[in-house]
């Protein structure tokens, strides 16, 4: 009465939305580090009523808090080929609590470290790759590429439209792609036509892109429980070494037996790895 606007009290009635808010829990058994999280992120973006999305991706479980339906979204990820299913539905208990203390600008500043040291790896292992003759090194330096596009995609998925987020993955998921298909074409031609890889360069480039990645682990670990994506950019890395010391290993092997068969073997499983990457990445509608 104060402020003397006329205001008068018409009626009252009970607030509606919190029953009409759903938890829906799925079950999603190939989403295990961050690309799969950002697909389904993107993929989720467009459709209205979502609240919230939470992942956890050791049990790789999905909960969306949201009004409506849970089917359309299950419609959404059934075209990532994640093997996503509906476990169950209920009521929302309560309204959503927001996370507090999260330091976006912090995150920000790691996800651009990130970025430049996968970026520079991809660099320094396809031109070293080419070099020793190694598919080995050639394929993993496209997974570094792939994680670069991964943090990339992130950056620039800040404040802009949906659409335009798509857009942008699309493009670095034919890149991949292309990138993908040529490393196999490599080793093809190099089945066909004899190499002689650099065992010594292949160790020595593997180990240094195995400390690439313990230094991504040293920037992720701190904030790793500040939020789902910093989590997943987490085991995303983790997983990672384990291309870096297959490689070392197939080097290892090259040293002994003198055959190229391992450089061939370790080239084309990381080179179907990027490859499943990037159709998931086109997937997104």
Request: glycine share 10%; charged share 20%.
């Amino acid at each position: 009465m104060s402020l003397n606007l006329g205001a008068t009290l018409k009626g009252t009635e009970p607030a509606s939305a919190a029953e009409d808010l759903k938890k829906s829990h799925f079950s999603v058994p190939k989403m295990d580090c961050s690309s799969e999280e950002n697909l389904i992120r993107m993929a989720l973006a467009g459709e209205k009523g979502v609240s919230a999305l939470t992942f956890d991706l050791p049990k790789r479980e999905l909960t969306v808090l949201h009004t409506g339906e849970p089917d359309r979204f299950l419609e959404r990820l059934g075209t990532l080929d994640l093997g996503a299913s509906l476990v169950y539905s209920e009521l929302a208990a309560e309204e959503p609590v927001l996370a507090a203390g999260i330091d976006d600008q912090a995150e920000a500043r790691t996800l651009k470290l990130l970025l430049a040291i996968n970026g520079a790896m991809f660099v320094i292992e396809m031109a070293l790759g080419l070099f020793a003759q190694s598919t080995g090194l050639i394929a993993d330096s496209l997974d570094m590429f792939a994680d670069a596009a991964v943090y990339g995609l992130a950056l620039f998925a800040v404040g802009r439209a949906a659409s335009l987020k798509v857009k942008a993955a699309h493009l670095a998921g034919w890149l991949q792609v292309l990138l993908a298909l040529g490393a196999m074409a490599e080793v093809v031609r190099r089945a066909v036509v004899g190499s002689e890889p650099a065992s010594a360069f292949m160790m020595g480039v593997g180990l240094l892109a195995l400390l690439a990645n313990v230094a991504c682990l040293v920037l992720l670990t701190p904030k790793k429980d500040g939020g789902a994506h910093m989590k997943a950019s987490y085991i995303f890395s983790t997983n990672d070494v384990l291309a870096n010391i297959g490689v070392i290993v197939a080097g290892v092997l090259v040293a002994w037996t003198g055959s190229q068969v391992p450089d061939l073997v370790i080239g084309t499983v990381i080179a179907l790895v990027v490859l499943g990457g990037a159709r998931r990445i086109l997937k997104l509608r």
